[in-house]
């Protein structure tokens, strides 16, 4: 079983959809999470942290379950620029002296 | 400097062949992250250093790889007697550690897209 685990997709959705995704992880002591956008032939930049009250950014929230281990990321109303590869980011700690994992990432298509 | 920097960009190189990729981390960030991504999966974790010592090689595939970084700036990673599997974007990553108390996110290069023919 994968440490981190995502739908690979692709999520094909008309613009201004509301769209969510899920992404389990199976180490119950990890203790950072994230989400990170990839762009085609790009490298991965952070997207956003994830706490465990739940956050927003915009167009963007994002919720952690600890009990559950699961991990999600809602956009809503949709831009074409969504387009991307969204990867789900696991750590076993605060600080950066720990190893991080990856999802195999979630595609999203945004349609006009 | 301002980004992450990973050279080459590209490598093409025959199976078998001795390869180097180098990356250049943030001035600063004591962490650095190796990773491997192949078409449509996600990052595969390699190895990362704290300062000079790597801290996790937990991830390289076996001894055909090794990477390095003597003075905890600039990391090479090595891999010797090359083959067609081998070909992967190589990612390099680093980071500064916990900012305010919140982690602050890895910072990657624009990685090397290495053939293997």
């Known amino acids: 079983r994968k440490e981190v685990e995502q739908d690979p997709g692709p999520f094909n959705v008309p613009e201004g959809a509301t769209v969510a995704f899920n992404c389990t992880y199976s180490?119950?002591?990890?203790?950072?999470f994230f989400w990170y956008r990839q762009d085609c032939r790009k490298e991965p930049k952070l997207l956003m942290s994830?706490?465990?009250s739940g956050n927003e950014d915009g167009r963007f929230t994002a919720q952690l379950n600890r009990a559950s281990q699961y991990i999600s990321l809602l956009i809503r109303d949709s831009k074409l620029s969504d387009s991307a590869t969204y990867l789900c980011?696991?750590?076993?700690?605060?600080?950066?002296?720990?190893?991080?994992?990856f999802g195999s990432g979630t595609r999203l298509s945004i349609r006009p | 400097g301002a980004g992450v920097s990973q050279t080459p960009s590209n490598k093409v190189t025959e199976k078998g062949k001795y390869v180097e990729l180098r990356c250049d981390p943030i001035?600063?960030?004591?962490?650095l992250y190796w990773y491997r991504q192949s078409l449509g999966q996600g990052p595969e974790f390699l190895i990362y250093?704290?300062?000079?010592?790597?801290?996790?090689d937990s991830g390289l595939p076996n001894d055909r790889f090794f990477a390095v970084r003597p003075e905890g700036s600039v990391s090479t990673l090595k891999i010797q007697r090359t083959e067609r599997g081998d070909s992967a974007v190589y990612l390099c990553?680093?980071?500064?550690?916990?900012?305010?108390?919140?982690?602050?996110?890895?910072?990657f290069g624009s990685g090397t897209r290495l053939t293997v023919v």
């Open positions: 990553a680093s980071t500064s550690g916990q900012t305010g108390g919140v982690f602050g996110g890895y910072t």
């Open positions: 180490n119950s002591a990890s203790q950072s």
């Open positions: 994830v706490y465990s």
């Open positions: 980011v696991v750590t076993t700690s605060y600080s950066s002296a720990s190893k991080i994992i």
């Open positions: 001035s600063g960030h004591t962490a």
């Open positions: 250093f704290q300062g000079t010592g790597a801290a996790d």
